[in-house]
C-alpha cells in the first residue's frame, strides 16, 4: 500500500470535545495516528476511548476542535463516509454471522457474484480463493473456508476480521478492544496479526484498556482519564509502571495505597485484641472456682 507521506498523521484530531447535554464526554483530546505505527489508545472503563474511536469512525462529529485526514481537514457525516476513506472499524461483536461460512463472512457486505440477471449467483470459488489468499498473507491458516465462523476460536474470529478490513482497502484500521475476552494465548496471535498489518504499512489504533497487551506491540500512547488526556507518549519515552499509573491516576492509587495499608493496620488490632480476649478467657477458665 503506498502512502501520500510517512511524516504527515493518516489521521489526527485536534483538541476535539463531546458532550452529551451536560456530560462530558471528551474534552480538549488530541491524538495522531501515522502509517506504519500501532497507536494505543489507553484508559480504563468510563475514560471515553469510546467515544473517541466513534469520532473517529464517522459515528458522532465532534463538538470542538478538528478533524484532519492525510492532512486535509474532514467531516464525516457517517461511518460509511469514513470508511469510503480507508478508515475501518473492528468492533467487539466483528459484525459476523456464527453460522455462516469464513468466506461468507469475509465478504458480508460485498459478495462476488457471477452470471448475469436471473442467473446472478454468488461466486463461491472466488470467495474461497481470496479469502484462503488475504488470510495467508496475514499468517492466517484455516483447516477450511467453508466452515462455519461459529466454530473458530475468538482469537481467529477476531483476525479474520482484521483480515477483511484490511482486504476492503484500510488505510487506518481501528480496533476496539480485540483482546479483552481472550485467553492469553488466543490475546497474543491476535497482537500478532497486528504487527501483520502495521508492517503492512497500515496506521492501527489499537484500543484497550489492557497495558500488558498493549505495551509489547505499541509504539505510541494516548493515555485518557475521564474525557481528558494525559497526552501521548513514545514508547522509548514510558515505562509499562508510568501507563498504569497515568491510566488509573496517580493521586487515586497512592490514596488507595494509604488506605489498604489503613485497614490492615485496623485488621492486625483486632486480630490482636481478640488473641487477648481468648487468652484472657482460658486464664479464667482455669482460676479456681
Not at 24 to 35: P, Q, T
Not at 42 to 68: C, H, M, Q
Not at 94 to 102: G, N, R, V
Request: charged share 25%.
Amino acid at each position: 500500500m503506498t502512502t501520500p507521506d510517512l511524516a504527515t498523521p493518516a489521521v489526527e484530531l485536534r483538541d476535539i470535545s463531546k458532550y452529551f447535554g451536560t456530560v462530558v464526554a471528551l474534552e480538549h483530546v488530541s491524538i495522531a495516528a501515522h502509517y506504519g505505527e500501532v497507536h494505543c489508545l489507553l484508559g480504563d472503563n468510563g475514560a471515553g476511548k469510546s467515544t473517541l474511536i466513534k469520532i473517529i469512525s464517522g459515528v458522532f462529529p465532534p463538538d470542538r476542535g478538528e478533524y484532519v485526514f492525510e492532512g486535509n481537514p474532514v467531516r464525516f457525516s457517517s461511518p460509511r463516509d469514513a470508511l469510503d476513506r480507508g478508515i475501518a472499524t473492528v468492533y467487539q461483536d466483528l459484525a459476523m454471522i456464527p453460522l455462516m461460512s469464513i468466506s461468507r463472512n469475509f465478504f458480508l457486505g460485498s459478495e462476488p457474484t457471477k452470471g448475469w440477471g436471473p442467473f446472478k449467483r454468488f461466486d463461491l470459488e472466488f470467495a474461497d480463493r481470496v479469502t484462503r489468499e488475504e488470510l495467508g498473507k496475514m499468517g492466517i491458516n484455516v483447516r477450511d473456508t467453508q466452515q462455519s465462523v461459529g466454530t473458530l476460536s475468538g482469537g481467529e474470529r477476531q483476525s479474520v476480521a482484521i483480515a477483511r478490513a484490511v482486504y476492503n482497502g484500510a488505510k487506518v484500521l481501528i480496533l476496539d478492544e480485540p483482546t479483552a475476552a481472550l485467553g492469553v494465548k488466543e490475546a497474543g496471535v491476535v497482537l500478532r496479526y497486528i504487527a501483520q498489518a502495521r508492517a503492512r504499512g497500515i496506521a492501527v489504533i489499537f484500543i484497550t484498556h489492557n497495558v500488558h497487551h498493549a505495551y509489547p506491540i505499541g509504539d505510541r500512547f494516548t493515555i485518557l482519564n475521564r474525557g481528558t488526556s494525559y497526552g501521548t507518549f513514545l514508547k522509548t519515552d514510558v515505562t509499562r509502571e508510568q501507563v498504569v499509573e497515568m491510566m488509573a491516576g496517580g493521586q487515586e492509587l497512592e490514596e488507595l495505597g494509604h488506605e489498604l495499608e489503613e485497614f490492615a493496620r485496623v485488621d492486625g488490632l483486632a486480630a490482636e485484641m481478640k488473641a487477648g480476649q481468648a487468652i484472657a478467657a482460658e486464664g479464667r477458665a482455669h482460676l479456681p472456682k
